[in-house]
């Protein structure tokens, strides 16, 4: 990791297998059909690193089955991006799991563990011939929120506090006995950590003031604190800030937001980061380059502030499913026609980026749009600026 990567990330479902949510399989089963063009294309942009995720159920359909179709996949997949000079950053989990872990009780019933750990352990065999690092997983201090208390992912839950501190407890200690195997494999482990500077909707509000103390101590710095010690590097997500007050949460577009994300993690671990994910939700070509700007002034700010960043990633390379909310919500560098022939058109941004990449993470301009953005209270961040 000793030289500045630039790069992109792809998701886990953008490839195809028996997703717990409902997710378009066409979509997910033909996009993977052109990850060879998907490699050049992202070669031609610049790009010499590219984050994506291995797919639990796709490689482990039943329990203890493991898909020998699947391995003759990814293994094609890897050595393509290696033949065509990307680096590969791979994950272990992004967010899904297979079927039948979820029926089996998924990650809170006693002893389930045990069996992430062994696709884990063979998927980073797997890996180890292919890469020199791992990603563990994908936002483990937020996906519990997200499962089991916004209901945001499988199984639904809504406001199950006790599931949520028995996930963040079982990753806590998963994770770094992940990151020891990885170590006999000669990996390099890592994990990426969802970072939003919080602040109280209300300064006034008691209530608000805890809240918001609550959530960015439990769910960013002790986590950060208790897991990132054990890892040999550490991945970055940021996107928003975030206000809370009660049941109300709010986001705000924050033009200084990664150098803050950067600082909160930075201060909390020597280890190496990386920037695995940030992007802005809008079509606005305007202000998603003045966004792209305003990122990478905080990435030179955050490097001369002597923090070790050693990467950036845009999220995502190519245009996919969200969350909840389909495919229209659009943060991609490049678009995909998913109505017909699936072809790919490069965005604006996305030669914007290639122009920044060569030179040395450069880009100037003038602020016109990101600061009225800026200025907006938002109620949901991945939807509310498609049409600014």
């Not at 050049?40 to 329990?63: I, Q, V």
């Given at each position: 990791m000793a030289s500045f990567r630039w790069g992109a990330?792809?998701?886990?479902?953008?490839?195809?297998?028996?997703?717990?949510?409902?997710?378009?399989?066409?979509?997910?089963?033909?996009?993977?059909?052109?990850?060879?063009?998907?490699?050049?294309?992202?070669?031609?942009?610049?790009?010499?690193?590219?984050?994506?995720?291995?797919?639990?159920?796709?490689?482990?359909?039943?329990?203890?089955?493991?898909?020998?179709?699947?391995?003759?996949?990814?293994?094609?997949?890897?050595?393509?991006?290696?033949?065509?000079?990307?680096?590969?950053?791979?994950?272990?989990?992004?967010?899904?799991?297979?079927?039948?872990?979820?029926?089996?009780?998924?990650?809170?019933?006693?002893?389930?563990?045990?069996?992430?750990?062994?696709?884990?352990?063979?998927?980073?065999?797997?890996?180890?011939?292919?890469?020199?690092?791992?990603?563990?997983?994908?936002?483990?201090?937020?996906?519990?929120?997200m499962a089991y208390f916004a209901g945001i992912l499988p199984p639904y839950w809504r406001l199950y506090i006790a599931g949520v501190r028995r996930a963040l407890k079982l990753f806590s200690s998963l994770l770094p006995q992940l990151a020891e195997y990885a170590h006999t494999l000669g990996l390099r482990a890592g994990i990426t950590l969802s970072v939003s500077p919080v602040r109280p909707s209300s300064r006034l509000n008691p209530f608000s003031l805890a809240l918001s103390y609550a959530f960015d101590r439990a769910l960013q710095r002790s986590f950060a604190k208790a897991v990132c010690r054990e890892m040999d590097f550490v991945g970055i997500d940021y996107y928003v800030d975030l206000h809370l007050g009660g049941l109300d949460v709010g986001y705000s577009v924050n033009p200084r937001g990664l150098f803050d994300a950067v600082r909160l993690i930075g201060q909390l671990t020597s280890r190496p980061l990386l920037i695995t994910e940030t992007g802005i939700f809008t079509r606005n070509e305007a202000l998603r380059a003045e966004f792209l700007m305003a990122s990478l002034d905080g990435l030179r700010r955050a490097r001369a502030s002597g923090f070790d960043v050693r990467g950036f990633f845009w999220w995502s390379l190519l245009h996919g499913y969200e969350w909840g909310l389909g495919y229209e919500p659009f943060i991609a560098l490049v678009d995909v026609e998913f109505a017909d022939s699936f072809r790919r058109r490069p965005t604006p941004l996305a030669s914007l980026y290639s122009q920044a990449i060569r030179d040395g993470g450069r880009l100037e301009g003038e602020y016109k749009l990101l600061p009225k953005a800026s200025r907006l209270r938002l109620r949901e961040w991945r939807y509310d600026l498609l049409y600014f």
């Open positions: 990330s792809l998701s886990a479902y953008q490839h195809f297998g028996e997703f717990e949510c409902d997710m378009p399989p066409t979509h997910g089963a033909r996009h993977m059909f052109f990850y060879k063009e998907d490699f050049a294309l992202a070669r031609l942009l610049g790009l010499d690193s590219l984050r994506t995720t291995l797919e639990w159920a796709l490689l482990e359909p039943k329990p203890g089955v493991w898909s020998q179709d699947a391995l003759r996949f990814y293994r094609q997949y890897l050595r393509e991006a290696q033949d065509q000079g990307l680096r590969v950053l791979p994950g272990l989990h992004h967010f899904t799991n297979p079927k039948w872990f979820t029926l089996n009780g998924g990650w809170l019933k006693s002893g389930n563990e045990k069996y992430f750990v062994r696709y884990a352990q063979k998927a980073m065999a797997f890996l180890a011939d292919y890469c020199d690092e791992v990603l563990l997983f994908n936002e483990p201090n937020i996906y519990p929120v």
